[in-house]
């Protein structure tokens, strides 16, 4: 197992599993890991990728959390706003 972490297609693959879940569970969370195995998959392209998974995780999580962030305050509605429906879709 863990020598699929090191391989550059499994993180790709990871993205685009966590992506078509985001679009299955809105909610900006799975985005923000999908973005970062997406920046981990690139990474593992370069040659300065790192070969240590500890490295390779730490990596990850931390561009997770990031991108995690980054949309949450671009898509969040402001401080102390609720969102309200007026009317029905079906009206």
Do not use: C, Y
Request: no cysteine; aromatic share 14%; hydrophobic share 70%.
């Amino acid at each position: 197992m863990a020598e699929l972490l090191t391989i550059w297609w499994v993180w790709f693959a990871a993205a685009l599993v966590l992506a078509i879940v985001e679009m299955l569970l809105p909610g900006f969370i799975f985005l923000g890991f999908a973005i970062g195995a997406a920046v981990v998959g690139l990474l593992m392209l370069t040659p300065f990728a790192p070969a240590s998974i500890p490295v390779l995780l730490l990596i990850f999580a931390a561009l997770s959390l990031a991108a995690w962030l980054i949309l949450r305050r671009i898509f969040a509605l402001p401080h102390g706003q609720v969102k309200t429906f007026n009317h029905d879709i079906n009206d």
